[in-house]
């Protein structure tokens, strides 16, 4: 069972805009940044957002990152079907000296 | 361009041994933290293991230590992960990663290789 807990499933329309919480601690994204990656089925995972909120080369303003104490969340603006993906935070835990993954959240483009 | 690609995954009984390889191109390689992270079958991704460019700083995730061990030849810009006393619990697809963070690793996961299975079945 990870330390960084998210909602199993999400969904929503197309053009509507979806957000993910990332649950986690003190030792974690309490002090530590956080890190989301996108996992397409059949694919390698993708980085999407670092630092908390920084996007890389190439990813689309629709995908938007923040942190709040001991939350992290990511925001999808303007689902488009192919958002369809898994999506897991993750962050350096301190108390484990480690490297954790979130639970994964499943979006749904309905 | 940057590319990672994985071997050596295949079906191994309980108890058994595997090395796996991670062959990169593209980057200046010993620059670089990389690391391991895999997946069983339908489930969530778990990382394993960083080790610095220089070799010299290893991590490892609890469930692993003692039984897997990470090392890098930077002469031939490749990572390995050597898996030893295998489960049915190691069954999955292992992936290596480049850390684009630099030190401390932050996890800042770049780029991936395609990955390789591992099947730990009697």
């Known amino acids: 069972q990870s330390v960084l807990t998210q909602p199993p499933s999400a969904s929503g329309a197309p053009g509507q805009r979806v957000t993910i919480s990332c649950s986690g601690s003190?030792?974690?994204?309490?002090?530590?940044?956080v890190n989301w990656f996108q996992q397409s089925p059949r694919s390698a995972p993708k980085l999407l957002i670092y630092s908390n909120s920084q996007r890389p080369s190439g990813v689309l303003a629709r995908f938007s990152g923040s942190k709040s104490g001991t939350s992290a969340f990511l925001a999808i603006s303007g689902l488009r079907s192919e958002d369809e993906a898994d999506y897991y935070c993750?962050?350096?835990?301190?108390?484990?000296?480690?490297?954790?993954f979130g639970t994964g959240t499943k979006v749904t483009v309905l | 361009q940057v590319q990672l690609v994985e071997s050596g995954g295949h079906s191994v009984k309980p108890g058994g041994s595997l090395r796996l390889s991670c062959a990169t191109s593209g980057f200046t390689f010993s620059d670089y933290y990389m690391s391991w992270v895999r997946q069983a079958p339908g489930k969530g991704l778990e990382w394993l293991s960083f080790?610095?460019?220089?070799?010299?700083?290893?991590y490892y995730a609890d469930s692993v230590r003692g039984r897997f061990t990470i090392s890098r030849d930077n002469a031939k810009s490749s990572l390995f992960l050597q898996l030893s006393s295998l489960t049915t619990e190691d069954t999955g697809v292992y992936y290596c990663?480049?850390?684009?963070?630099?030190?401390?690793?932050?996890?800042?996961?770049?780029?991936w290789g395609q990955g390789t299975l591992v099947t730990v079945s009697s």
């Open positions: 990663a480049r850390d684009q963070s630099g030190i401390p690793p932050r996890g800042e996961f770049d780029y």
């Open positions: 003190s030792s974690n994204i309490g002090s530590n940044i």
């Open positions: 080790i610095s460019g220089s070799g010299t700083t290893i």
């Open positions: 993750a962050a350096w835990d301190d108390s484990l000296s480690g490297y954790v």
